[in-house]
């Protein structure tokens, strides 16, 4: 039995089985914390795989070389820089009222007809340096402005904007989970970029420009009473200018893409090409920008230096516990590999048939329904598909085409076990059931379209 279990394709693959199902019965029916779920499941997989203890957890002399560190450390030292960069990015822009400026710019542009597409376009935009829930909060009296003066249904505009937050955090960097997809998968983040806009956009259309404007008509919805006497707060004073915040957010995008691309178009170790490849590095693109943005966003406009390092101190906070997670599902990636796991995996799929592509956006969906958490989601599938690629040679371009798929599958059907579910069921006023039936179905639209694009580019790459 034991023999069966360590060294067959059968034996591994039901080890593998028994894995998730005692991670999901943890995290879910227990509540244990997703990062101890992990650890312990990981350390107790790889003890029945029969791995060394050695090997598991080192030794008291010396255990750099364990599993334990190994995993945690591979995939920490790539994201932790860029996951605190970017959440000290979305903060400053967030306290300098970037967003009102953003999102005021655009209602002018488009006018009230076209209201919706304008928040669309302002969680689009926005939501590239800040957080989900965050957008939510600086934007949604925004929302109840523009649905009140329309007298529309709140669906009309809150939907666009939930839409648009979503895409950036599901696929674009430097959003936790496209970054942890990246580093688990090794691949550039300028291409997980670059697809992840590629495929992202056409979702945000039909999930959020035509799904929104066919349920708003059929479903009126009221701004929430309590949320319109917030209304009144005063609007800030000497705000930014709409071409500076604009600048700001654009700023690492377009040197992280510089430094990809400059990688392949430019000649090869040329002074110019090293100058794109150093600027292009996600932590130095991301910290020129933090600089930046704390000095023409921040200290230009009366921060001193402790309100800045308060604002920093307070929005650094979350991060300490997603950090844990991705180092945690790291290391469960890590015993996959080892024990032997993910190559029988890759052989199954084969077997099958499956693109592995396909499989990725199955696994994914499935944790993320199960449990809830993109994020465990995310880095979860990435241990058990990163070993399943190593003999497939795949290009970057298809490696972050894997991991839009993965990313994709992580935000689907989101419902009661989302905390994303209950804060947009709550800040716009919109019943339990009302939100299965909009927020639950766009985020299942997004997740489907953008995997479909994605498959399909996967198809003729």
């Known amino acids: 039995m034991i023999h069966w279990l360590q060294h067959t394709t059968g034996g591994l693959l039901t080890l593998a089985a028994v894995s998730i199902a005692v991670l999901l019965l943890l995290i879910i029916r227990f509540k244990v914390e997703p990062f101890i779920a992990l650890i312990v499941v990981g350390l107790l997989t790889a003890l029945a795989a029969g791995l060394p203890v050695g090997t598991i957890v080192g030794t008291a002399q010396k255990t750099s070389d364990s599993l334990l560190e190994k995993g945690f450390g591979s995939i920490l030292g790539h994201v932790t820089a860029i996951i605190g960069l970017g959440t000290l990015l979305g903060a400053i822009l967030e306290k300098s009222g970037g967003a009102r400026v953003l999102t005021s710019a655009l209602l002018r542009a488009f006018g009230e007809k076209r209201a919706p597409l304008a928040m669309g376009l302002s969680g689009l935009i926005f939501g590239i340096p800040v957080f989900f829930d965050i957008g939510i909060f600086v934007l949604a009296p925004l929302v109840y ?125 040329s002074a110019i090409a090293g100058v794109a490849a150093f600027l292009g590095t996600p932590a130095v693109a991301l910290t020129i920008t933090v600089l930046l943005a704390s000095w023409l966003l921040g200290i230009r406009r009366g921060m001193t230096g402790a309100q800045l390092a308060e604002l920093s101190a307070a929005s650094l906070r979350p991060v300490a516990m997603l950090l844990l997670v991705v180092g945690a599902g790291a290391f469960f990636g890590a015993v996959l590999s080892a024990t032997g796991i993910g190559k029988a995996v890759a ?101 489907i379209s953008g995997f479909a694009v994605a498959a399909v580019l996967m198809a003729v790459m």
Not at 156 to 173: D, E, N, Q, R
Not at 176 to 197: Q, S, T, Y
Not at 246 to 261: H, K, N, Q, R
């Open 145 to 269: 402005v523009a649905a009140r003066q329309g007298g529309r249904s709140i669906l009309l505009y809150c939907l666009p904007l939930l839409a648009g937050l979503s895409v950036t955090h599901a696929f674009i960097p430097p959003h936790p989970g496209p970054v942890a997809a990246a580093g688990l998968l090794h691949v550039d983040l300028g291409w997980v970029i670059l697809m992840g806009a590629v495929c992202g956009i056409p979702a945000w259309f039909i999930s959020g420009v035509l799904f929104p404007s066919w349920i708003g008509k059929r479903k009126f919805i009221p701004v929430p009473e309590e949320m319109i006497v917030e209304d009144s707060e005063e609007e800030e004073e000497n705000p930014p200018s709409l071409g500076l915040v604009s600048a700001v957010i654009a700023t690492p995008l377009v040197l992280i893409l510089a430094g990809t691309f400059g990688s392949i178009w430019l000649p090869q170790d």
């Open 347 to 447: 052989g199954s799929l084969h077997d099958a048939g499956l693109p592995v592509i396909f499989a990725a956006y199955v696994i994914s969906c499935g944790l993320r329904i199960a449990q809830g958490s993109a994020t465990v989601a995310i880095v979860t599938t990435g241990g058990i598909i990163a070993p399943t690629i190593g003999d497939l040679h795949y290009s970057q371009v298809q490696l972050a085409l894997l991991v839009v798929a993965i990313a994709a599958g992580s935000i689907i059907a989101s419902h009661v076990n989302d905390g994303g579910f209950w804060i947009v069921s709550r800040y716009f006023g919109i019943s339990v059931a009302d939100t299965l039936k909009t927020w639950t179905v766009l985020e299942t639209l997004l997740s």
